[in-house]
């Protein structure tokens, strides 16, 4: 059994905070747009960051919210 | 050189050169039917705008017109490349609710004469409603930008994070760390033949027949068919000569959707011809993108970590530009051992035509950035950057954990090879010249299956007859880069036979096994290893008949060669190709020998199943008064691996240069608010003969275990290495720093006074 984290929008599970940062920046749908937006963050300022500066820095701070707000599921990973 | 080959690996003439060269030779650009109409786009002169109307009634009173058709006339949906993906199949034949481009079709006409069709697409009468538009990717990406896509929130089309080892850590060890950022111009593809194709649709029985200048019949099929709503099968594409494609002809473009249409439509054949305005403003080219690169290196110049970010300027549709976002990273790091190394890419929609794959795909600007950058950090570190180079080759078994594997792998001798020559080619430099270098290294073809095709990834079927000679079927396709050529050597290598006795099929999709087509270098490994198994089955049947006939010791080898079947360790003992034909024919109850062959690669890696690689090395001089930057000579050295016809590929390493020389020099496509302002050949600077350089070209051999003979990929690397090869000569012979490519006067002469600025600062300090 693994701890996995669970996209809020949707059905995305990663091990890692930061590699479900880096789904959350990938995905071009409203819901997930609008999920960043009810959380005060914008798409455009994260991925500007990570695409102009060097480092993580878009994807870690995205990381950053999933760890308080990402669901952790148990999964049997067999 | 003596060979074991009696026909790979010999400089040979195009097949097609005479029809070619003597007009004998059919593009589609040259064919025309009983009865056929000509069919007009009615394009959008906005960036951005609503479809409130469109009404064609004056154009349909005009005598000669015989229909006007409209987005509402389209059966069928959205198309696409990226088929595994269906959002991503967002190209429409004729826009409906909105325009994302100028330039887009909205209406189409056909008509008896080309004259009459231009007159009735002025009086086809569109209302818009302009619409705010985006024109840079940063801009694009803003959470108030207009939105190009529903359901594409901030204009991300697609988007790519690839890392491997400790980046972090990479770079918190490197003795010398330094991070640039260029912007990359795109670059039009400017094939001779433009986008062309005549549709013949059969009322009566429900099928189509399409002729056009495209890369690949399969793509072409499939995109049809969800265009038109018909089942693939129903749709015969047949490919004429084609007068070049490097990347521009992988789509399926309006020049085909809207002759099929409008033949639909009216019953009779249809011709459709791009213009060489609308090939400019209208189809596909090289991606345009802003950069971030950062290097760490240890002070032997071992490289130890990169990174390198990009934001790409999309266009309003994905073509092959979210392959391109992830060949773009993947070819950057060739052909080096990176242990740390990470990408972002981020591809959006702006309201221009897009950008998709063009020779090199997706390689040319990244590879730009890493070279030059490579160059300033050896400077700056005061290590040769030849040295520097040679120091991070890889090796044979080389991987890169997850993504590729390189099994043949000659870039060290490459390298060293390189280092001699150049001492004796360039032993003293005149005044105001230097010598730049740059490393480059590309596939065999892609193993990636966005298309989603069920089928083999390249197929062929040789017929042998009864006199010996053989007809060869696939749909490979030649579109001017000598593939036909290549497919009948290795048939006839493999059979023992001369080119002279087949006669080639190629590029009907009625007749001949699905091949995907001309794009990524992959015709000669891919449909070269499906011609070989083809022919190698027919082998088989003459061998086995040959020893059965001969009664030999089963332990002794026969071959095929010179036109005979023979024990190979005792020659004259065989028989004649023709006569084990003639034998194995009337054994065989009167059929002709049938051989097919299925080629898809496995246990390769996400990427390619073998990579040609080398070394470019330029000679430029800078004139210091004017800004003119001259590329002198080119020194080359390639591993390709058996080359299968030497002739064709020096002329593919040449055209690659040639590119990559109006990349490095002269070719841009500035654009004022979606408009390109430079659609014409007077406007858009190629490269003329007469500033070639001389180009030296030297060979590694090896042989790759995956390749038809060995062989692999050959010249479209040569194309990647061009403009960072050139800018690092100019650097070298100045100090000049450049953040593009486009390396015209003006640019030269402001970077010159920077470099010249930057010395003296650099004295002032040191004093
Ligand atoms: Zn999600």
Redesign the pocket.
Known sequence: MADWYK??????LSLEHQD?AR??LG?TDKK?KDWLKSKNLSYSHLITMQVTEFGNKGYDALAKVLEKEAAVVQVDVK | METKYSVIGKPTGNVDGMAKTTGEGKYTFDMYLPNMLYGKHVRSPYPHAKIISIDASEALKLPGVKAVITGKDVPGGKWGLWRRFRELCDQIALADDKVRFIGEPVAAVAATTKDIAAKAVELVKVEYEILPGVFDPLEAIKDDAPLIHEDFENNINATRHIEWGNVDEGFKQADYVREDKFTLFPQAVVSMEVHNSLASYDKGTGKLTIWSSTQSPYYLQLGLADALKMREGDIRVIKPHVGGGYGGKNSTMPDATTAALLSMKTGRPVKVVFNREEEFTTTEHRMGLHLAIKIGLKKDGTILARECKIITDGGAYTGLGATALYLAGIFQTFPYKIPNWRYDAFRTYTNKVWATSVRGFGAVPTVYAAEVQLDRAAKEMGIDPLAIRRKNLMEPGYEAPGQYKVESCGIVPCVDKMAERIKEKWPKLEKDEGIGYAGFAYMSGGIFNWIDTPYAYSGARVQVNIDGSVDLFTQAADIGQGHNTVAVMICAEELGIGIEDIRLHPGDTATAPVDLGAWGSRETLMNGNAIKMAAGQVKQKLVDLARAKLGENIAYDLVCREKRIYLELRPERGYSYYEMVEAAIKLNDGEPLIGTGHYTPHNKGMISPAYGMGIMAMKAKVDRETGLVEAKDVLIVHDCGQVINPLGARGQVEGSVHMGLGYALTEEMPNDNGLVLNPSINDYKIIRQRDMPQIELLDVPTYDPSGPFGAKEAAEATISPTAPALANAVFDACGAEFDSNCLKPERVLKAIREAEKNQKNKAKAKK
């Open positions: 996209c809020p929008v949707c059905r995305k479900l789904h959350y995905q997930h």
